[in-house]
Structures are given as C-alpha cells and as structure tokens.
C-alpha cells in the first residue's frame, strides 16, 4: 500500500528537504501526520470538494492541490503540496462537521476500494484536521512524502 506521510513545513524548499532523508519527514523535525492510502492527488481532492461544497474540479484546480514539487525521475517518493484551500477547511472545521464529511468521503470510489469505512475516515479527517491547524497556527503549509 502506498506510504502517504502529511506534514507541515515553513515552505516548499523546506519540504522538499525531506527526500534528502531516506523514510520521510522525521517527527522530530516536523509535524507528521502518517497515513495508509490516503494519496494526496485525488483523495484529498475529494474531502476539499465534500468540505467546501465546491466541485471535485475545482478542488483538484487549485494552484498547489496535488502539485508534484519534487522531481519527476525520483524512483520512490516524492514531496505533493497540499491546497491551502483544504487546509483551511480542515482547520476550520468542527468535529460534528468532519464526522458528517467523513462519512461522504468513506462513500466515494477511492476510499470505498481502498476498504476504509467511516469511522476511520473519521478519525483520518480528525488527525488531518489536527495537522492543518497546527500548520495555521506557524504559518506552515500542508504537504504530504508519498512513498510508493
């Protein structure tokens, strides 16, 4: 299963300093949030569409929504932004909302054939959530190492 390890970090270049350690950004360095299959080009996509009330296009066209910032040629990981966008909805979000907009995430394609039920995504929007509003709070931005 794919490694999908979402942190934050102060800039690009920051995260990006991440591939020059081999197994992902160190929690000791940064704040990791680590998670199985949750791939941050079309799934995290899916949970900005479900949390915004914006369409899934809109949400996977925003300008740092799944942008590859690291090279193409790496052979098993790589460094994707994820959209301000998402990470002030998760930030802003209530428990009571992320529950309501977990269980429509567990209901789309990508995590109904990845086998997560509601609950765990639940608990996957409420970390992510976590994450998102420690990053606001140091003026850091959401990324996530996905290793292959």
Do not use: N
């Given at each position: ?29 940064f ?12 799934v ?80 996957v ?18 990324y ?5």
């Amino acid at each position: 299963m794919v490694m999908c390890d979402y942190f934050s970090a102060s800039d690009d270049d920051a995260a990006v300093s991440v591939l020059d350690e081999p197994g992902g950004p160190d929690p000791s360095v940064f704040d990791v949030v680590s998670l199985k299959g949750i791939d941050p080009v079309v799934v995290m996509p899916r949970l900005e569409s479900i949390l915004t009330g914006r369409t899934y296009d809109e949400a996977v066209g925003h300008p740092r929504s799944g942008k590859l910032l690291s090279s193409p040629e790496a052979e098993s990981a790589f460094i994707v932004s994820v959209s301000d966008t998402l990470q002030e909805a998760l930030a802003s979000a209530t428990h009571d909302s992320l529950r309501e907009a977990a269980g429509t995430w567990a209901g789309t394609d990508e995590l109904l054939a990845s086998g997560i039920p509601s609950e765990t995504a639940a608990q996957v929007a409420v970390q992510l959530a976590e994450l998102a509003g420690r990053a606001r709070s140091a003026g850091h931005r959401l990324y996530c190492w996905w290793a292959l």
